[in-house]
């Protein structure tokens, strides 16, 4: 009698449903031939969404009868509800990439009201990792975070990078010296990204020899923006498709700006999203400094910066402006570097592991 296949159904109840950290997860989830893969998310935004994935949940959970359920990113409003649903017998893997209780506490989410929600969310988000059976997160911070901080047991504790699209489109030709620096910034601007401190550094840079994009919109910083776009070279666009993003909007900068800058608790556990992508395409990153096992390397492949300086971000600016001819290089060492420790090749090789 052959062997049955593992029945692994994967949820997802989040903003934005295809966020690249589920959507690499399950792109290499799709590819094992052991496992029998559900997928079980939102389509529609708002509120309505829990509603969608419950009704979705109660019935596929029913006749799939998974052997491992995997809450993506971000799920630790629906844990229980999936644990309620699921068999006994039932694996949970809970991807905390993010600590909702860090967010609130101490990344300024909500105020002062944030941060007397932090003390029951503290309670809420111990116990849902403690009742996990694995626990998936993207750096050895966060992993250090969660053992330290919930006193979770850091062997049911998985590294995992976001990775990035890994869609590599044609790169424009370089035109250097003949025009001025293309720096990129994309973003949702949380606290931890210190676009405060990258702004302030922009006021020190030549608009002439520079010129910056910014792609997201945040109502804190579009005075700013624009007051600072009537004396620089600044262009600012509030959305951009993300199939667009990667395919024509990276592509036509030189420089991308992964940050973070912060100096914030979270800011110094993550590697951005936008980080992978930028290395991921050869492009020359401004990465924000933290205590991390991946080899980043200051003017080899990235440009390694001390975070919460605008001083320092502009330091970095200003090197890429007098150094161009070393451009191409770093941008080739960063690729190789997202290559053999950040990409899809990495996820694959460690939920292999898991599974």
């Not at 600590?99 to 007397?116: V, W």
């Not at 403690?130 to 626990?135: E, G, M, P, Y």
Request: hydrophobic share 40%.
């Amino acid at each position: 009698m052959m062997n049955q296949k593992t029945r692994v159904m994967y949820v997802v109840c989040y903003k934005s449903p295809d966020y690249i950290r589920n959507k690499t997860q399950l792109d290499e989830l799709k590819s094992f031939g052991h496992i029998n893969l559900q997928i079980v998310k939102n389509t529609s935004r708002g509120l309505i969404r829990y509603f969608e994935v419950f009704s979705k949940l109660k019935k596929q959970v029913q006749t799939f009868k998974p052997n491992i359920i995997i809450l993506g990113f971000r799920s630790t409003e629906i844990f229980w509800l999936v644990k309620l649903l699921s068999q006994p017998n039932t694996q949970i893997i809970y991807d905390a990439m993010m600590s909702p209780y860090m967010a609130l506490r101490f990344e300024a989410k909500f105020g002062l009201l944030g941060k007397a929600l932090s003390i029951p969310i503290f309670f809420i988000e111990r116990t849902v990792l403690r009742s996990s059976d694995l626990i998936l997160t993207d750096t050895i911070g966060h992993s250090n975070f969660y053992a330290d901080t919930f006193k979770v047991t850091s062997n049911k504790i998985v590294v995992l990078p976001v990775g990035a699209s890994e869609k590599r489109p044609k790169p424009i030709a370089n035109r250097f010296p003949t025009r001025p620096i293309k720096f990129l910034f994309y973003g949702s601007f949380l606290p931890l990204h210190g676009v405060d401190y990258l702004i302030d550094s922009i006021e020190c840079i030549d608009e002439k020899s520079a010129c910056f994009t910014f792609v997201g919109y945040s109502k804190k910083y579009a005075s700013r923006l624009k007051k600072l776009s009537m004396r620089k070279n600044i262009e600012v666009i509030p959305w951009v498709e993300y199939e667009k993003l990667i395919g024509e909007v990276i592509p036509a900068h030189d420089v991308g700006i992964g940050g973070p800058f912060g100096n914030t608790k979270q800011s110094n556990l993550v590697i951005t999203g936008k980080t992978s992508e930028f290395l991921c395409q050869g492009k020359t990153t401004l990465v924000g400094s933290i205590k991390t096992d991946i080899s980043f390397k200051d003017k080899h492949n990235c440009l390694l910066i001390k975070q919460g300086s605008a001083n320092e971000i502009a330091k970095a600016i200003n090197w890429c402006i007098e150094n161009k001819n070393k451009l191409s290089e770093i941008g080739m060492n960063g690729q190789k570097l997202y290559n053999d420790e950040l990409s899809k090749t990495v996820i694959k090789t460690k939920l292999t592991n898991i599974f």
